[in-house]
């Protein structure tokens, strides 16, 4: 089945640069998005379509793709981007495209 | 604002049923691929189901197909899901989501808090 790898976990200092990478071979064909959950919370859009931000997120989540592998990067991490991501895409390797997310990745800011 | 509302989530013993609501306003409702997903304590985000805006379309996890059915009113501004024969593995917070784009694949741009469902004898 189609899977989304991504790291379990990524440690940054504050104010460093924190890179998430989300791996699956149909990458380069579909498009990813990004979430971020904190703990209790519902996930929010981080990313969408590889790179674009949603309005209201801050200029320091940007995504990017290259090949196979999706990256979000958060640049100047805040102590308040402790919190797991998520990549999602799609899988249309049947009749009709299934939702795929990531295992997760566990962002700590040390 | 947008606001997605889930309720009827619960305690329902195994092989039993349960019918998800999830209410929708700030946005017209009717013009949105809707979707759910759930996440089990303690795990990541699993993708359950997507209805189109008309209702003409629904696609199902692998592991659902079957068992629950999506479906939605848009006169209510409401999307539903029927789980029948529910086993343990099923529990989890079942979120209501809305597809920022007119198809069921793509991101999900608003969700609702949740609804706990538990199965369990």
């Not at chain 2, 997507?50 to 629950?68: E, H, L």
């Not at chain 2, 029927?82 to 209501?96: F, G, H, I, P, W």
């Not at chain 2, 989501?97 to 004898?121: E, N, P």
């Amino acid at each position: 089945s189609y899977e989304l790898t991504q790291p379990p976990s990524v440690s940054v200092s504050p104010g460093q640069t924190a890179r998430i990478t989300c791996s699956a071979d149909a990458l380069p064909k579909q498009y990813a998005y990004w979430y971020q959950q904190k703990p209790g919370q519902a996930p929010v859009l981080v990313i969408y379509k590889d790179s674009e931000r949603p309005s209201g997120i801050p200029e320091r989540f940007s995504g990017s793709s290259s090949g196979t592998t999706v990256t979000l990067t958060i640049s100047g991490v805040q102590a308040e981007d402790e919190a797991d991501y998520y990549c999602q895409s799609a899988d249309s390797s049947g009749t009709y495209p299934h939702v795929v997310f990531g295992g997760g990745t566990k962002l700590t800011v040390l | 604002q947008v606001q997605l509302v889930e309720s009827g989530g619960g305690l329902v013993k195994p092989g039993g049923s349960l019918r998800l609501s999830c209410a929708a306003s700030g946005f017209t409702f009717s013009d949105y691929y809707m979707s759910w997903i759930r996440q089990a304590p303690g795990k990541g985000l699993e993708w359950v189901s997507y209805i189109s805006s008309s209702s003409s379309y629904t696609n199902y996890a692998d592991s659902v197909k079957g068992r629950f059915t999506i479906s939605r009113d848009n006169a209510k501004n409401s999307l539903y899901l029927q789980m029948n024969s529910l086993r343990a593995e099923d529990t989890a917070v079942y979120y209501c989501a809305r597809a920022q784009d007119d198809y069921g694949s793509g991101s999900l741009d608003y969700w609702g808090q949740g609804t706990l469902v538990t199965v369990s004898s």
